[in-house]
């Protein structure tokens, strides 16, 4: 379960731990000051739950304006789903409409390898480059691939899986 607090910006107010949407707005609309007057504007902060999802919290800008479309995402979009989300608009640096939001909405290619190497082998392996003989694989400089595939192709590490993406 993903858990956040929201620290007002009003520093006479004490902030809350929420766990929903729903529990947001109506923990907001009861927020108060020491002096009785309506809290309005909240910092809000990931505080537990999955690694992914803090990244994705992270990459989405949350803030009470889109608190109701994150918690969707999270309770809907499987780990692949994230993982294209925080690249396409962490790292990539894409825009994003909170309400219509789609994964599906961004060009990203994403390969499970831990460095550019491994994703030569892989590639060499599928017949990305064509059938080779067997008594040819032994001569095929994977570094010299992995150096043409950083020109496309970027690594990072979401959630502590280490991943190799393309963006179009």
């Not at 990931?46 to 309770?75: E, M, R, S, T």
């Amino acid at each position: 379960m993903t858990q956040l607090h929201t620290q007002p910006y009003d520093l006479a107010a004490s902030g809350f731990y929420f766990t929903s949407a729903e529990e947001f707005r109506t923990k907001a609309a009861k927020a108060l000051n020491d002096y009785g007057e309506p809290v309005e504007e909240f910092e809000i902060q990931f505080i537990d739950g999955d690694h992914i999802d803090c990244d994705l919290a992270k990459a989405w800008g949350i803030n009470q304006a889109n608190i109701g479309p994150y918690f969707k995402a999270v309770g809907t979009w499987d780990t692949h789903d994230k993982q294209v989300f925080i690249i396409a608009v962490g790292e990539v640096g894409y825009n994003f409409d909170p309400e219509t939001v789609a994964p599906s909405d961004f060009d990203i290619d994403i390969y499970q390898a831990r460095n550019m190497k491994d994703l030569a082998e892989e590639f060499v392996a599928e017949g990305l480059f064509g059938d080779i003989p067997d008594h040819l694989i032994h001569y095929i400089d994977y570094e010299a691939i992995a150096r043409d595939l950083a020109m496309d192709y970027t690594e990072a590490e979401i959630a502590g899986d280490y991943l190799i993406y393309r963006a179009a």
